[in-house]
């Protein structure tokens, strides 16, 4: 258990230097102002942070301009936490107001610009109701949007010192959460129970919270990676697997286990085996240089001793920091170039017997010498409770 | 702490008549079918249940027909977990995939359709990409898109007697954990630790998570509700403010609690008092007949004893549910009619002094006697740790 406080956010500077290297792409790509509405984009250029995103009536808005700082554009309910952060410019209206909430500060500030990027490719939503989108583009005729998610992505995924240093931290506190499982995970004990368990520790090791914690105790193996509990006992010949995206200030671990309860059979072992040396050849390709294509087909050719599938996944790992999970994607279609201090995540997965499948995750940070873990590295065989 | 297992989600008969009521009102505003994408409506018509939503890569999509089960259109990696649902009709594609992240299946299934509701008005969010939003109208130039937001929020409104039962637990188990905060929270202990602390004592009252704890502790009052801990110690004279949503099986509770440290400051004092009569005036109020207009000018014309100024957060209370904040809202804006069974909080807030503010917040549901606890009331006078 920690009892060192957190030293919350960032120097301004921080924010500074993602405003301006935004601007400056913005620039190429010929915007003279993007509009961001969602959690982590407002929280990268502002540093405003608050659980207050979970309720959904309220939109929220920043204006990153062509210059200077960026603007906020939000509730009166968020205006003394907003005034704590970096900007100076302000604007605010008393929400929720069905009849214009925003929309005429938004008409405002965006009247003087030609074209202004808003996020809307993959990966991303609209946290906004559409009809007040619809709304302000009949409102501006002449604006022209473009799509910014690229420029964003593109920013967010190569991470700082300081953000991969609170990642670190996290990861830590996950790695310690995990180690502590043993403890409280044994035949007989509810499902469910395991999860309370599990978060409780995780706030006991220093995380802010587990916000997600998945996974699945079964037979031989689990049918599915993204399943709440149930109260069904752990038994004997289980395979328990968690996964957990944990917070600490705003930057998030993702990574699972897996444990076999009382005994673990040949091919739950097999499994878990394969997958081991899966990561092993994602940590040796996770450098600059490579694409994350390279690092997919880096696992799958490992993961293809024992399962050509491909898997009901998707990818086999992703971008992580102020989400559980960012762009890129390591998969066939994402050629994204890899960069020193993008932090991943490892995530190889196989499906085997009777529609069972094994998910095996790390979390590293990307270097000329391949993956660094920031997470502690699982056991090289599967662990027996 | 409770040892007994959670009975999890309903009878396939609670979601069916869900789905037949929506059918219903479907067929007066002339729908032939309903296009939904956000997890409490996906949950809501589905009983679909994961904590997966935290990952933004994916989208989800239900479509309500004319008759018959809703159809899921969903990522791969969903369908195991949603074959255990009441749905027959399960479509899938291997998620994510930037060049048709589900587009053309749902092409497919709105192509025979002529008039599909859609979720565009306040308090919604568009949770796919607009890219591939636009996209579809695009490829579907002849379907018209009607706002189905009243339609939904209308039905999610008033909860069945299944629903109140699950509200009335998670109430129960937030009420045990504010009764518990004394416990933790005393003068020199961080706020940062007594978050964690509070989360912990949640999960082990029972809750599956805590996953909303906002509150504030400072000299006289707090300047605002929705902030994030820092590391600074609980002091004598600080008000404390604790704001909670917690969650069993999908379904939250949301209310908060106020104390002094140490000792309590007349302004303090008074204050606490005016809310706690505003409380009242709002039980009597939340009774069938009445709008929420209504309940929140029996409020409001408590609170003008001290503060006439309508303060920053726009409105008195709320709905809640499967969200920690759902329609209708407590504003004079809102004229919604309340009725039976209808799951409110009561929210009543001032501000005071330089700058500062005080809120409380219970959980009731709406009779004909007018509003029932689900929370266990605050204490009449501002409580002193």
Known sequence: MTDSPTTRGFPDVEYAARTKLAQDRMAEAGMDGMLLMSEPEVQYFTGFQTLFWQS????????????????????????????QCWLDDIRSWSAPNPQDDGISLLIEALSPLKTVGV?????????????????????????????????????????????????????AIGSATFDAVPQFAREGVPL??????????????????????????????????????????????????????????????????????????????????????????????????NSCRDLFQ??????????DSGGDIGRLGHGLGLQLTEQPSHAAFDTTELQENMVLTLEPSLSYGAGLMMVHEENIVVTPQGGRLLSTRAAPDLPVI
């Open 119 to 171: 996020m809307k490719g993959h990966e991303t939503h609209l946290r906004m109701p559409l009809g007040d989108w619809e709304r302000l583009m009949t409102a501006l005729p002449a604006l022209r949007i473009r799509d910014a998610t690229g420029l964003v992505h593109g920013l967010r995924m190569v991470k700082s010192p300081a953000e991969i240093d609170k990642l670190s931290r996290i990861c």
């Open 56 to 83: 959904p009536t309220r939109p929220w808005f920043v204006l990153v301009p062509a210059n200077g700082k960026p603007i906020a554009i939000i509730p009166e309910i968020g205006v003394s936490l907003m005034r």
């Open 298 to 307: 880096a696992m799958s050719s490992v993961i293809a001793e024992m399962d």
């Open 192 to 289: 469910e129970e395991v999860f309370r368990a599990f978060r409780r520790e995780a706030l006991a090791q220093g995380a802010d919270g587990a916000p997600y914690v998945v996974g699945a105790s079964a037979p031989g193996g689990y049918a599915d990676v993204i399943s709440p509990p149930d109260a069904t006992p752990l038994a004997t010949g289980d395979i328990l697997m968690l996964d957990s995206g944990m917070v600490l200030d705003g930057y998030y671990c993702d990574f699972d286990r897996n444990w076999a309860i009382g005994h673990a059979d040949t091919t739950a072992q097999r499994a878990y085996d394969v997958l081991w040396r899966a990561t092993d050849a994602g940590l040796a390709a996770a450098r600059p240089g």
